[in-house]
C-alpha cells in the first residue's frame, strides 16, 4: 500500500516513542521515508530518497518533517518535483546555528523560496536548535503558516509530548 503521509524524521530517525513513530503506528497510510543513513546525513541524497519516497506515494500525499528533514524538504521544493498537497515542516533548525549537527552535510545554505504546495510550520521558543526570529522568516518566505507551540523543546520525545494530538490535527487539517 503507498502512504498518503510521508513520515521523515531528520538526524538518528525518530526513536519508538518519538510523535512521528507513533503516528506511523497508529495510521496504516501513514509511511517513513527511508534514508541510507540516518547518522550521517546528506542534504542532497536525502532529497533524492524524499523524491522518490513522494513519487511511490499517493497523488496528494502530505509529508511531515522533524527537524533536518524540513530542510530536506526545502531544498526538495526548489527543485522540480513530484507535486503534494502539503507539507508539515516541525522544528526547523538552523543550520548555522552553534547547535547544528556536524555530522550534517549540505546543510548550510537553506532555500528561501516560495513552496508550490500548502506548509505550516511549528515552532517551539525555547528550541535549542534555532530561534523563533529564524523560523518566523523561513515560514514568511516559504509562504507557510507559522504555529508557535511555546516552551517545547526541539519539539521530540525529550518534549513530552507522547502522541502530539496538537500536532496530529495539523496534519488532519493539511490533508483536507
Known sequence: MSASVLIFP???NSGPQHWQSLWEQANPDFERVQQRDWDYPDCGEWAVNLEG???NAKPNAVIVAHSLACLVVALWASKRHTPIKAALLVAVPNPIGPNFPKEAAG???TPEQRFDFR???V???D???TTLEHTSHLASVWGSE???IGNRGHINTNSGLGA???GYELVTKLRS
Request: hydrophobic share 55%.
Open 119 to 121: 506548509s505550516i510550520v
Open 146 to 148: 507559522l504555529v508557535n
Open 53 to 55: 519516497a513522494v513519487a
Open 164 to 166: 502530539w494530538l496538537e
Open 123 to 125: 515552532a517551539s521558543t
Open 10 to 12: 531528520g538526524i538518528g
Open 127 to 129: 528550541d535549542p536548535y
Open 107 to 109: 546543510f548550510l545554505s
